[in-house]
Every structure is written in C-alpha cells, then in structure tokens.
C-alpha cells in the first residue's frame, strides 16, 4: 500500500474529505454452531523494527530469538526525535506498527478469536520505505547486511505470529513490501524466496511442505489444504503481476506472473476434479485500484481509462471463471475494509458460468494512513468451506500502550446476511447502486466501516466507487462510471 493512502489522495484531490464520529452497531460474539470454526484474518502488519532507532545495531547484531527481549526494553531517551527525524528523510506520511502494538494486537486475537483454527495473513509484513530507513540508520552497512536484516525481521515477525497461536496453522503470503531489494522489487527462484519460504512453510503438514518449499522458491506460491473438509488455500504472490513490477536489477520480467498464473489455473482444474473448494490468498488485489482512479476520475472517461492494481486482467479472469470451484478470494494492500465480487465478463459458459467469486480485503494492522488497526474474526463452514460471517475489531489507539480493541462491525448484523457469499455480496452491492446518493443505513454503514475507525465521506466518490466493486475489468468500470449522473 503506497504511504499516503486512499484516503489521503482522494482528500487532496477533491478537497472534501472530513471526518465524522459514527459507530457501528455492535452484537456480541454469538455461540458457534457444530459445522462452523472461528479463524482470523490479518494484513499490512507492516513492522517498524526502527521505531526505536538506537535499538536498531542491537537487533542487526542479535538473533532472532533475541528481538523480543530488546524490543520490550526500555526504548531509547532520543527515540522519539530520531524516529522523526527518520519519517522526514524516508518521508514516509505516517507511522507503521511498533512492537506493543503488534503485541497489543496478538493478545486481542487470542482473547477475541478464542478457539480459532487457523490465521492467513495476506502480506506487507515489513514497514514501509525500509530500504530509505535501513540505509540512514546503517550508512556503512556490507553488501548483504540488507538482506539480512529484511530476513531477520520476517521471521521475527511469523515467530512472534506462530508463538500467539501455537500449534495452529498460520498461512503467509507476501506483499509488496517484503523483499530483499525495495518495494515493488524482487526476483524470482532466488535465495531470498528460498530462505523465506522455509520459515513460511515450517509448520505445514509434513507431506505438503517439500511441495511448497518448491513453488515457494520458484515465485513465493504454493498449495496447502485448510483444516476444512476437502479444502485447500492457494497462496500467491501477485507482486509478480503488478504493473510496478521489476526484478531487483530493475527490469520488466513477465515471466514470474506467467508461471504463477499457469500454476493457478492447474491446481484449479485439479481441485476442480477432486471435488475441492478453494481459498485464493494474496496481496494486491485484481481489478480498478480505487484511489488512484478517485484521484484522476476526470481522465477515467477518457482513452486512459481508470488505474489498475495488476498489469493485466488475467487473475481476476482466471478467479473468476473458476466459480465453481473458489469459495473465497482474500486480498488486502489497500489497508481498508472492503468486500467485491469478480465476475466473468459477458456471461461464460460451462464452468465459468457460474456467479463468479466473493472477494475480502482485509483492513491493516498498520495506522499508517490514519485507519485504527483493525484485524478480522472469521467464521467458516466446516463442512463447505464458506465464510459464514466475519467480526472486524478494532484498538482505540495507534501505540499498542493501555490499547482497547473493541468490535467495529459485524457483517451479518449489519448487513443482514446470513453468509459471506456471492448471492449476498452482489446482493449488496445491486442495494448499493439503486442508492447514489448513499442514503440507505447500509450504504452509511459500509462508508462509516470502510475506513475503520473513521468516518471519511466516501459519499463524496460513492457511485464511482460502488462502480469498481464488481467492475473488475477496465472496460466495464469504465462503462459503468461513464454514464449519466455519474
């Protein structure tokens, strides 16, 4: 997610942006049924191991199994003026996650996720501009000190993540953030991914794991069956499809998402054989990337079009023509709580005829654009492997200190559902376009949730943004913003 955020560029351009003090309704956790199972979803951790700048040569020095030890310490009497100073030179808008908070928030799923049976963490673990930060505090480091240290923050980061819930299965992707040459950077079947991938795949079943070392390796994917009856989750790092893209030596290099994709469609024919359902997890998500396309939304009618997460339509078209077979796609990036719905253009035919596939962003552990951390309490069919309704809980401050995490919504309360599926998803969004001008409690609620723990007036935007929700490709979010009235 770029630093200033949504929220942040949007308000630039349109000069409306304010926030407003709205609430939402909460119910109390009700009882599980037998066939459903709790699980949790986080995203954008986004660990700052420089928030105390002076304890920074300790942790390069010190093993992993070390970090906690010094990052609980006391911090540093001119930590907060070198952290400054720090954000000012990296210019990075905003703060990222320090330790307490990412203690606060382990302790709040443990206490809120009570029984769950598994946690999928959609990428962006490290802090943001950490090549800016690494580079001022380490000025004479040796070639590799870089690696290393972006190596020793991730694992400290899934130690700490697989400690909280030991014994439990923790599924990683990796964002955009999360590699060994800079944002947006990183080159496939290289020592990085490998060494990574052995910390990522540690706790999978046994006769898995050799499998997803590999593929890991090869572009940071691979397969895993869910604790949930005949189901699996397909991890992928669409890093490779983004159109910012390059390898570490700064080269165009289609070939990462290539391969990537040709694995997707596989294991989804292969799933589709057995009788599967399928959990598709990964960072950035497909479709129009809202706030850019809010902030040019002048040159969205014109031959440009609106800006695009990926450099091609070719997973969201894969996704989608898999209906039948995907029960759930998660993404996250945009650091905001949202939901959407891929679908096959034009109708399809055999399986792709189907409905096409729901689709959840997870909001971010990170406040870096303003938002209050926010994690996600799921529950799962058992059975089907459907998400049944979702909690999204949210702390009552930024630092992690005397922290109050406390629910923010509930989707099926607050939107009247009875699951998380594409029948109820398209449902909401079709209540969503019959309503512009945002009038209806649920068109309120999911502007008041979307930033959590704000109120932004996303009414400002509201039809063009309910445009992308299930206007995946460019040319129907572009037919779609580009009638009257809108």
Request: hydrophobic content about 45%; proline content about 4%; glycine content about 8%.
């Amino acid at each position: 997610m770029r630093g200033n955020g949504w929220i942040c560029r949007t308000a630039a351009v349109l000069g409306l942006w304010a926030a407003g003090a709205a609430s939402a309704q909460v119910k109390p956790a009700g009882a599980l049924s037998d066939q459903a199972i709790p699980a949790v979803f986080l995203s954008d951790i986004h660990f700052e191991p420089f928030f105390d700048p002076g304890k920074a040569a300790q942790l390069a020095a010190a093993p992993v199994s070390a970090w906690k030890g010094i990052l609980a310490a006391a911090p540093s009497a001119d930590r907060a003026q070198r952290f400054a100073a720090l954000e000012q030179t990296c210019q990075t808008g905003g703060e990222d996650t320090p330790y307490p908070l990412l203690a606060s928030s382990l302790q709040a799923m443990r206490r809120e996720a009570a029984g769950a049976r598994f946690v999928t963490v959609s990428g962006d673990l490290i802090a943001h501009a950490f090549d800016c930060k690494f580079a001022a505090v380490f000025p004479h480091a040796a070639p590799g000190d870089y690696r290393t240290f972006v190596e020793k923050t991730l694992d400290f980061v899934m130690e700490d993540v697989d400690a909280a819930f030991s014994g439990m299965p923790v599924y990683w992707a990796l964002g955009n953030n999360d590699s060994d040459c800079g944002d947006y950077k990183l080159d496939a079947h290289s020592e990085f991914l490998a060494t990574v991938g052995e910390e990522v795949t540690k706790t999978l079943p046994a006769d898995e794991r050799k499998s997803a070392e590999e593929t890991f390796a090869a572009g940071g994917y691979y397969s895993v069956r869910l604790p949930v009856r005949s189901a699996r989750l397909l991890v992928l790092d669409d890093l490779f499809m983004s159109g910012k893209y390059t390898t570490c030596g700064g080269k165009a290099d289609a070939s990462g998402a290539e391969a990537q994709l040709t694995w997707l469609a596989q294991q989804l024919e292969d799933a589709r054989r057995k009788g599967e359902k399928v959990w598709v997890m990964a960072h950035i998500p497909p479709g129009v990337d809202g706030h850019a396309s809010a902030a040019r939304i002048g040159q969205v009618c014109s031959a440009k079009g609106p800006r695009m997460f990926l450099a091609s339509e070719k997973l969201a078209e894969v996704l989608a023509a898999a209906g039948d077979v995907v029960e759930l796609a998660i993404f996250a990036h945009t650091h905001m709580d949202e939901v959407r719905i891929l679908k096959v253009e034009n109708g399809g035919s055999g399986a792709s005829a189907g409905e096409g596939v729901a689709v959840k962003l997870v909001s971010s552990i990170s406040p870096i654009n303003g938002n209050a951390p926010s994690f996600t309490v799921a529950r799962v069919d058992a059975r089907t492997a459907q998400l049944k309704d979702f909690r999204v809980l949210a702390a009552s401050n930024t630092t992690g200190a005397d922290t109050a995490w406390r629910e923010e919504y509930d989707w099926g309360h607050t939107y009247h559902q009875l699951e998380f599926s594409v029948a109820a998803v398209s449902k909401m969004i079709s209540e969503f376009e019959a309503d512009p001008g945002a009038n209806t409690e649920a068109s309120q609620a999911y502007i008041n949730n979307f930033y959590v723990g704000s109120s932004p007036l996303l009414g400002v935007v509201w039809p063009q943004y309910v445009c992308a929700l299930r206007n995946d490709s460019a040319q129907a979010f572009k037919s779609c913003v580009c009638t009257a009235g809108k």
